[in-house]
């Protein structure tokens, strides 16, 4: 389960979605093996559902004969530039050099 609630975790951070800084303290209690609080389990959980009433929502009403636009691989890649930024393993510097030279065309 804690495999699961890191990878939720780590989505969120990605996705810009909710307190970055209380997202990486999230995940440095998981990676240390200590259970949560149970007011960080309700964070996540507010987040996560947030996104899950909203994409029924998007569901019902997209357009089916539309094709969604898939991510660029920038998108990506910036991504994971910033969970690997929130999980410690790159410096703010490291993580603007490397944003700058995906960007750059």
């Known amino acids: 389960m804690s495999e699961d609630l890191l990878k939720t975790v780590r989505d969120l951070i990605a ?35 947030d996104d899950s009433e909203q994409q029924v929502v998007e569901d019902k009403y997209e357009d089916r004969s539309s094709k969604k636009e898939k991510p660029k691989p920038s998108d990506e890649s910036l991504n994971l530039l910033r969970i690997r930024l929130a999980e410690g393993q790159i410096t703010i510097d490291e993580f603007r050099e490397l944003k700058k030279a995906l960007t750059e065309d």
């Open 15 to 49: 996705s810009r979605k909710g307190d970055a800084k209380r997202l990486r303290v999230i995940i440095d209690t998981i990676k240390q093996g200590n259970p949560l609080l149970l007011s960080d389990y309700r964070y996540i959980q507010s987040l996560t559902s």
